[in-house]
């Protein structure tokens, strides 16, 4: 196999992340150059993928939340995120248009893919968000979300379904959007400086 390939962005993969990112040329190509230094092999294991992360996250323990993020962008299943992988993660979880970013919240609470979330996934992905969150902060939080069981009971509340019951996506879209409070409960922003 020749490298000319590896170094160079194919136009496809180019084209393709123009139209599902709005990201524009200069920018695609910059980070797969930086890709390219960073991962030699064009792969992204989920250890690097947590090295990342924690950079973003320098005061709280990021890995389990970045091992969830790393499976809803594995879409192949294959143990890692290539190129096109992960531009995609980089743009649902910053600049993604809204109903993007719940399809994907939506998988990553789809602990096990099957196309269904159920309130142990709902306190597994809060237990992972929890963790993302500064000990400080953590104290400073309102009484009926100050565990991660609260916050999963409370966010569950928002989609009225039993405790044994499943959630598919359009519900969990919907009441998303319906609910304020679940979009800020599905996950954690860091406070800005």
Not at 76 to 101: C, Q, V, W
Not at 126 to 152: G, H, M, S, V, Y
């Amino acid at each position: 196999m020749g490298n000319s390939t590896s170094s160079a962005l194919s136009k496809e993969i180019l084209k393709d992340l123009k139209l599902t990112t709005h990201f524009t040329e200069d920018e695609i190509s910059q980070w797969y150059e930086n890709f390219q230094k960073q991962c030699p092999t064009g792969r992204i294991t989920p250890e690097e993928f947590e090295q990342i992360y924690a950079r973003f996250f320098p005061d709280s323990d990021a890995k389990s939340y970045a091992r969830h993020v790393f499976r809803s962008f594995d879409t192949n299943d294959d143990g890692t995120l290539d190129f096109k992988e992960y531009i995609i993660a980089l743009h649902m979880t910053s600049t993604g248009e809204p109903t993007r970013k719940l399809e994907w919240a939506f998988s990553l609470f789809d602990v096990d893919k099957n196309g269904y979330i159920n309130k142990t996934e709902v306190t597994e992905i809060c237990q992972a968000i929890f963790k993302l969150i500064p000990k400080e902060e953590q104290a400073k939080l309102p009484e009926d979300e100050n565990t991660p069981e609260k916050r999963a009971n409370k966010l569950w509340a928002y989609f009225e379904k039993k405790d044994n019951e499943r959630l598919a996506e359009g519900e969990f879209i919907k009441g998303v959007i319906e609910n304020e409070n679940a979009m800020r409960l599905i996950h954690y922003e860091p406070a800005k400086e």
